[in-house]
């Protein structure tokens, strides 16, 4: 069973910051590209930052630069250090891995920004 366990998500004004976690197995973390993605209502989902298990990063064009995807080794988690926040940042952010031609998701956390 692969886990994905968000959590971080909240509601902050325009220019504020907010820290994604995103906890997941040992093995999921140590072997797997993970990424977080963002859906707004009525808009197509974006993929927003990948990093790869030897610590490799990609991101979006509309957060370069203000967010930034890290790894943390001793609790198997993935950061999603979110900074200079804008109200399009609003959405629901969901980890994900890919498992050959599966794609697994966690539960979401939900970004509000606004004044």
């Known amino acids: 069973q692969v886990q994905l366990v968000e959590s971080g998500g909240g509601l902050v004004q325009p220019g504020g910051s907010l820290r994604l976690n995103c906890a997941t197995s040992?093995?999921?973390?140590?072997?797997?590209?993970i990424n977080w993605s963002r859906q707004a209502p009525g808009k197509e989902r974006e993929l927003v930052a990948s990093?790869?298990?030897?610590?490799?990063?990609n991101y979006a064009s509309s957060v370069k630069g203000r967010f930034t995807i890290s790894r943390d080794a001793a609790t198997n988690t993935v950061h999603l250090q979110m900074n200079s926040l804008k109200p399009e940042d609003t959405a629901v952010y969901h980890c994900?891995?890919?498992?050959?031609?599966?794609?697994?998701w966690g539960q979401g956390t939900q970004v509000s920004v606004s004044s």
């Open positions: 990093i790869t298990p030897d610590g490799g990063t």
């Open positions: 994900n891995v890919q498992i050959g031609f599966s794609k697994y």
């Open positions: 040992p093995d999921i973390f140590t072997l797997r590209i």
